[in-house]
């Protein structure tokens, strides 16, 4: 819990500094440019991890991978913070906070959806559409197929989960007739 407050802490200085200068979606795609790298490296991830490993190597790796793929001084300065703070692991925690902080300002939230058959691009729309009205938000939809579901879909949006799946209808069904 203590990782994932310093991982918004760092997201919010980020997001406040990327408003100031306009450059709130430009430094999330920057960000998010540097996390894929990261992310998809174990060994790369285990580096910033490691307490024994100087600081300043940290800092100066983050910092060349953000040089490599064009990040702005703002961002490549903040990964090489980050990593000379020895945070560096915490970078996909901090991207997906900034991520968040930019969906709150621009009055959106994501919905995650497992269907069990993809969703065409219009049951996409009608299910944003239906979700953003009872929210009172835009809803961008991060939908996957889940092989699990035997039909229908849910959604989660933040703690709220909209359980329209074959799946939860029996399992309610089952409660239902135990109840009597």
Not at 160 to 169: C, E, K, P
């Amino acid at each position: 819990m203590k990782s994932q407050h310093a991982a918004r802490s760092y997201a919010k200085a980020l997001f406040e500094l990327a408003r100031e200068r306009h450059e709130t979606n430009v430094v999330g795609q920057q960000l998010d440019g540097i996390i894929e790298v990261v992310a998809s490296d174990p060994e790369l991830l285990q580096f910033f991890a490691r307490p024994g490993i100087a600081s300043a190597s940290k800092r100066a790796v983050a910092d060349e991978i953000a040089q490599r793929l064009g990040a702005s001084k703002l961002v490549r300065d903040f990964v090489g913070l980050v990593a000379d703070q020895g945070r560096g692991e915490q970078l996909p925690d901090i991207a997906a906070a900034y991520g968040d902080f930019v969906d709150a300002d621009a009055g959106r939230v994501r919905a995650r959806v497992r269907s069990a058959v993809a969703l065409t691009e219009q049951e996409r729309s009608t299910l944003a559409t239906r979700l953003g009205a009872a929210l009172g938000k835009t809803v961008v939809i991060e939908d996957r197929v889940d092989p699990e579901l035997l039909g229908g879909l849910v959604a989660e949006v933040g703690s709220l989960v909209a359980d329209g799946s074959l799946d939860g209808q029996l399992a309610r069904m089952k409660e239902r007739l135990g109840r009597g």
